[in-house]
């Protein structure tokens, strides 16, 4: 009943403005335009958000095996249209690398991600970016060899803002590593 009172409403007040339903102005053409352009924007953005993800999960899959949980939309309207680009938030993901890492891939388009498991042969120069992942709660970290510099940068892992819980481990650390 309400869906058919907002829908009659102002089918009733555009009929009594302009005579009849299909006679349409430039205003309420432009009007009508914007709007859809409005929706159409929102789900073109939401496209674009789950391809980023899934462009990010890819490069990190040269590196070794990836392992991801996804929170799926309530609507599901868009997959039904796009097809698998859109395929929910990424909110754990799980990287073991058989490889060294040198740089990270830009991980601005995982922002969502509230859990990261993190299994590296070494340290990549450019992990300082995890501290712009605002979601990011509990972070591990296993490392499975170290050098010098590595240990010096290990520090840095302490001073990530937003963790609750960090956990930091390999075979070669030891107490005076921290």
Same mark, same amino acid.
């Given at each position: +009943?309400?869906?058919? #009172? @907002?829908? &009659?409403?102002?089918?009733? %007040?555009?009929? =009594?403005?302009?005579? $009849?339903?299909? /006679?349409?102005?430039?205003?309420?053409? +432009?009007?009508?335009? #914007? @709007?859809? &352009?409005?929706?159409?924007? %929102?789900?073109? =953005?939401?496209?674009? $958000?789950?391809? /980023?993800?899934?462009?990010?999960?890819?490069?990190?899959?040269?590196?070794?095996?990836?392992?991801?949980?996804?929170?799926?939309?309530?609507?599901?309207?868009?997959?039904?249209?796009?097809?698998?680009?859109?395929?929910?938030?990424?909110?754990?993901?799980?990287?073991?690398?058989?490889?060294?890492?040198?740089?990270?891939?830009?991980?601005?388009?995982?922002?969502?991600?509230?859990?990261?498991?993190?299994?590296?042969?070494?340290?990549?120069?450019?992990?300082?970016?995890?501290?712009?992942?605002?979601?990011?709660?509990?972070?591990?970290?296993?490392?499975?060899?170290?050098?010098?510099?590595?240990?010096?940068?290990?520090?840095?892992?302490?001073?990530?803002?937003?963790?609750?819980?960090?956990?930091?481990?390999?075979?070669?650390?030891?107490?005076?590593?921290?």
């Amino acid at each position: +009943l309400c869906i058919v #009172a @907002l829908v &009659a409403l102002p089918c009733e %007040l555009w009929i =009594r403005r302009n005579g $009849r339903l299909f /006679r349409f102005g430039i205003r309420s053409m +432009l009007v009508a335009t #914007a @709007l859809l &352009a409005v929706v159409m924007g %929102l789900g073109v =953005r939401e496209v674009h $958000r789950c391809y /980023r993800q899934q462009q990010v999960l890819q490069e990190f899959a040269q590196f070794g095996s990836v392992a991801t949980r996804r929170q799926l939309q309530a609507y599901d309207w868009l997959r039904s249209l796009f097809g698998e680009y859109t395929h929910g938030t990424v909110e754990y993901l799980e990287v073991k690398a058989t490889r060294p890492i040198n740089r990270l891939p830009d991980l601005r388009a995982l922002a969502e991600v509230e859990r990261m498991r993190l299994e590296l042969p070494n340290i990549p120069e450019n992990f300082e970016q995890l501290a712009e992942l605002a979601a990011l709660e509990d972070l591990d970290v296993r490392l499975t060899s170290i050098n010098a510099v590595d240990r010096e940068r290990l520090t840095a892992f302490t001073e990530l803002p937003h963790l609750s819980v960090l956990g930091l481990d390999g075979d070669p650390f030891d107490d005076d590593c921290l």
